[in-house]
């Protein structure tokens, strides 16, 4: 019979985050350095997050990986370097009780399996690479005891995705682009935790799964390249912005925060326009981005002061950012109006996430939602059902965390396997 040996064990839970001073555009492609500093909000893990168990044991033979219980290969570049620097950090593991000793020089030689699950569409260009090479890397971490902290390990899951070094923290976090060759400062920072901006309340609308037609790699390669746009942006606007979204953070200015996020964003866009051949993030749906543009554009100005701020990614989806529950509770309103859910849909599935949001609005099924009253701010407001897929509700939330709850573990105790 075969000897019974050890499986040592770590889950960690990871959140995803969407940046309000875009990153776009590398200096260089290996090591995944920008050419400029953005700023993000990492969204609460409760809504979408990634969770991975990582595991050793000298039993394994090879590094295997599954991604949302399908086996996928490690062998990429990206995964690669996410393994090696954090195999170089490793330090000595000893758990008495399992019978485990693991020496410092022995983890280049042990293999490593994981097992990776994320809460929310892969395909839905909602930045899940982000949060997986950040949970990735975060859970190998605490498996080999790395002494590294959380800005240092950002360095790390840069590497598998550039905007993963933002999710290695709560609240709003800045990617300091660093000046180094070796990209040893190009690591991410916390502004300031979750609970500095609580009332912030931020709704997602999915448009579709689909996987997106421009890559990011391909997409900022082509705008490095060819955009004149890019490098005015890198150089002249992004330094300003950012000390002026520091700012805006720091003090709570709601009307600077947003008036930043929505011309950054546009700017993003425009620099894709901008790039030979042109890059249509919006280009399928854009009659969609045009009415949320535009809804919340002219009801801020109705307001006198922002209420609202959009932000869009390479990708469909919109990402509003209310300034409180009272404006949060109207945004849902002309949302539903715009697009509400098919006939026969649940209104439970059609927006998900923090359901109070709803509650507040006075909407409790869809006869609500049919009784809604046209947003004053758009001319004859049509109603377009199935133009989104479904809402998300959620709110600035936490970093990292492990998960020592075993039950919660991706990978079974004994074989190592996926559960
Ligand atoms: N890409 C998308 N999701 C991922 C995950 N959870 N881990 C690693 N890479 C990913």
Request: proline share 5%; hydrophobic share 40%.
């Amino acid at each position: 019979m075969a000897e019974k040996t050890w499986v040592r064990m770590v889950t960690a839970q990871t959140p995803t985050n969407i940046a309000v001073i875009k990153y776009w555009g590398k200096r260089d492609e290996t090591l995944i350095l920008p050419v400029n500093d953005s700023i993000s909000v990492t969204l609460d893990p409760a809504h979408l997050c990634t969770i991975t168990t990582v595991a050793v044991s000298p039993s394994f033979d090879q590094d295997r990986m599954w991604l949302n219980g399908k086996e996928i290969s490690l062998s990429g570049g990206r995964y690669q370097n996410c393994l090696r620097e954090i195999r170089a950090r490793a330090c000595e593991v000893e758990d008495k009780e399992k019978g485990i000793k693991i020496a410092k020089n022995d983890w280049e030689k042990l293999h490593v399996r994981v097992a990776s699950y994320n809460n929310f569409p892969t395909a839905a260009g909602l930045a899940s690479s982000a949060a997986g090479f950040a949970c990735l890397v975060f859970a190998l971490a605490k498996l080999m005891k790395a002494k590294e902290d959380n800005s240092e390990l950002s360095a790390i899951a840069r590497q598998g995705s550039g905007s993963a070094c933002r999710s290695l923290f709560g609240g709003f976090v800045k990617w300091i682009m660093g000046k180094a060759e070796d990209g040893s400062d190009s690591l991410a920072v916390q502004l300031v935790d979750e609970k500095h901006w609580d009332e912030l309340v931020i709704i997602i609308a999915v448009v579709s799964s689909r996987q997106k037609e421009t890559s990011s790699t391909t997409g900022m390669r082509d705008s490095v390249e060819t955009s004149l746009l890019l490098q005015h942006r890198a150089k002249e606007v992004v330094p300003k912005r950012i000390k002026q979204m520091e700012e805006a953070i720091k003090n709570r200015d709601f009307g600077s925060f947003a008036q930043l996020t929505c011309a950054d964003s546009n700017q993003f866009h425009a620099v894709c326009l901008d790039t030979c051949p042109p890059i249509f993030y919006m280009n399928d749906t854009s009659h969609r981005q045009v009415k949320i543009i535009s809804c919340v554009e002219k009801w801020n100005c109705s307001e006198g002061t922002p209420q609202v701020a959009y932000t869009f990614d390479a990708g469909p989806n919109a990402v509003l950012i209310a300034h409180n529950r009272k404006a949060a509770t109207q945004l849902i309103q002309k949302l539903l109006f715009c697009f509400p859910p098919s006939s026969d849909a649940d209104l439970n599935c059609y927006v998900i996430g923090d359901k109070s949001i709803l509650k507040d609005a006075g909407i409790e099924d869809i006869k609500d939602v049919e009784a809604l009253p046209p947003p004053p701010e758009i001319k004859d407001a049509q109603r377009s059902k199935g133009d989104v897929s479904y809402f998300i509700c959620t709110k600035p939330g936490r970093g990292p965390d492990l998960l020592s709850d075993e039950s919660l573990a991706l990978l079974h105790p004994e074989t190592g396997l996926p559960k």
